[in-house]
Every structure is written in structure tokens, then in C-alpha cells.
């Protein structure tokens, strides 16, 4: 089983930057693709960002693509989401969560398991 507690959240000016870090516990965290989702006050959760359980591939969001980075480091245990270019309609809480299927990309949130509380992004304009 894995634990995730994701920090890094806060409030910005639209233009700004944040980077959110995702911590896992568990020695299956190594071999696991993960995912970074959020979702926004009385909206769905929407796919962010995959990335593979190497690091090696990444995927993302439309609406994300070429603002957004994803990354880890294996040998720390954690999941980074670097966020540029941030505009109001990123508002919502972030959450990171463990990818439990075999495709190579996959953005369906029933996929995921073993979810982080979350951490909330405030963009003001």
C-alpha cells in the first residue's frame, strides 16, 4: 500500500509559478506510474498529468500541455508538478494519486488509487 501526502499548494498571481511535491511511503512507489489530478468547486476531477513509473514518459492535459511539468525522483519517494504560466481557471485542489493499470498513459480517475488529501492552487488575476 501506498501513502501520499501532497504540500507545495498556495495562492499566486495569474503569470506565477508553483511547484507541487507529492511524498509516498511504501516500497511499491518505485514500480507505480502516477498521476496528478485536480478538481475545481463543484466540477469533476480532471486529469492533470502521467507520468511513467521510470520517469521516462510523460502525458498531459490539453489545457496544461507546455505550462505544466511532471517529474519524480524514485530514490526520494516523490512526485513533483511544476506549474508555469498559471492562469485563474487553474484554481483547484491538487491531489496525486498511484495509477493501478497496465496501459501506457491513462487519464481515467477510477484507474488511480491510494489518494493524497490534496493541496489547494489559488490563481488570482
Known amino acids: 500500500q501506498v501513502q501520499l501526502v501532497e504540500s507545495g499548494g498556495g495562492l499566486v498571481q495569474a503569470g506565477g509559478s508553483l511547484r507541487l511535491s507529492c511524498a509516498a511511503s511504501?516500497?511499491?512507489?518505485?514500480?507505480?506510474?502516477m498521476g496528478w489530478f485536480r478538481q475545481a468547486p463543484g466540477k469533476e476531477r480532471d486529469f492533470v498529468a502521467f507520468?511513467?513509473?521510470?520517469?521516462?514518459?510523460?502525458y498531459y492535459a490539453d489545457s496544461v500541455k507546455g505550462r505544466f511539468t511532471i517529474s519524480r525522483d524514485n530514490a526520494k519517494n516523490t512526485v513533483y508538478l511544476q506549474m508555469n504560466s498559471l492562469k485563474p481557471e487553474d484554481t483547484a485542489v491538487y491531489s496525486c494519486?498511484?495509477?493501478?493499470?497496465?496501459?501506457?498513459?491513462?487519464?481515467?480517475?477510477?484507474?488511480?488509487?491510494?489518494w493524497g488529501q490534496g493541496t489547494q492552487v489559488t490563481v488570482s488575476s
Open positions: 494519486a498511484r495509477y493501478r493499470g497496465y496501459r501506457n498513459y491513462d487519464a481515467r480517475v477510477e484507474m488511480y488509487d491510494s
Open positions: 511504501g516500497r511499491t512507489f518505485s514500480s507505480a506510474a
Open positions: 507520468i511513467s513509473w521510470s520517469g521516462g514518459s510523460t
